[in-house]
T-cell receptor, first 113, second 117 residues
């Protein structure tokens, strides 16, 4: 069975400093992995996805994530945080494409001036 | 990107009543899904809405409680039946566009926030 663990429920950073949101996954097959962002009272937006191509995946708004099979990790990073990055971030895994996505519990990113 | 309209965006309902949520997409999609996000929780897949046939439900969700329709490639409804306060959640429609540059991507609507008193 597939699962995903987001290691931090909250992450606080200052504007202009790096962002690291951690995610570990468990999957029996070669998984697809995603990061979604949810701003308050908004729908979810896809940041980036990994589907067995390059292990370093670049997404929108300067975010990127690296797939590390040996560590079963898919951490999300950004070199410099912006106030507009404050939101809830979900790491998602799937063994079967879009048929069954398994969401992590989310990490709330707080960005202070 | 695919434009997904969900109605209502929010509602307050009385215990024991039912509410139908609509999901309309501006283009044809191959797959449509319904998710639930309980307060402070992550998203859980309720079911896959299949065009012209019964939806495929995930463990813990049943048709009598969450009947779903999908009469065509761009529209689906989810009904929350005989509601209780435990049904207070955000219900999200998600779709995979059938063609164009966004084919194969998964998009989410903004959700329908339901409060049951």
């Amino acid at each position: 069975a597939q699962s995903v663990t987001q290691l931090d429920s909250h992450v606080s950073v200052s504007e202009g400093t790096p962002v690291l949101l951690r995610c570990n996954y468990s999957s029996s097959y070669s998984p697809s992995l995603f990061w979604y962002v949810q701003h308050p009272n908004k729908g979810l937006q896809l940041l980036l996805k990994y589907t067995s191509a390059a292990t370093l995946v670049k997404g929108i708004n300067g975010f990127e994530a690296e797939f590390k099979k040996s560590e079963t990790s898919f951490h999300l990073t950004k070199p410099s945080a912006h106030m507009s990055d404050a939101a809830e971030y979900f790491c998602v895994v799937s063994d079967t494409g879009f048929q069954k996505l398994v969401f992590g519990t989310g990490t709330r990113l707080l960005v202070s001036p | 990107s695919a434009v997904i309209s969900q109605k209502p965006s929010r509602d307050i309902c009385q215990r024991g009543t039912s509410l139908t949520i609509q999901c309309q997409v501006d283009s044809q999609v191959t797959m449509m899904f319904w998710y639930r996000q309980q307060p402070g929780q992550s998203l859980t897949l309720i079911a896959t809405a299949n065009q012209g046939s019964e939806a495929t439900y995930e463990s813990g969700f049943v048709i009598d409680k969450f009947p779903i329709s999908r009469p065509n490639l761009t529209f689906s409804t989810l009904t929350v039946s005989n509601m209780s306060p435990e049904d207070s959640s955000i219900y999200l429609c998600s779709v995979v566009p059938a063609g164009g540059p966004e084919a194969g991507e998964l998009f989410f609507g903004e959700g329908s926030r339901l409060t049951v008193l």
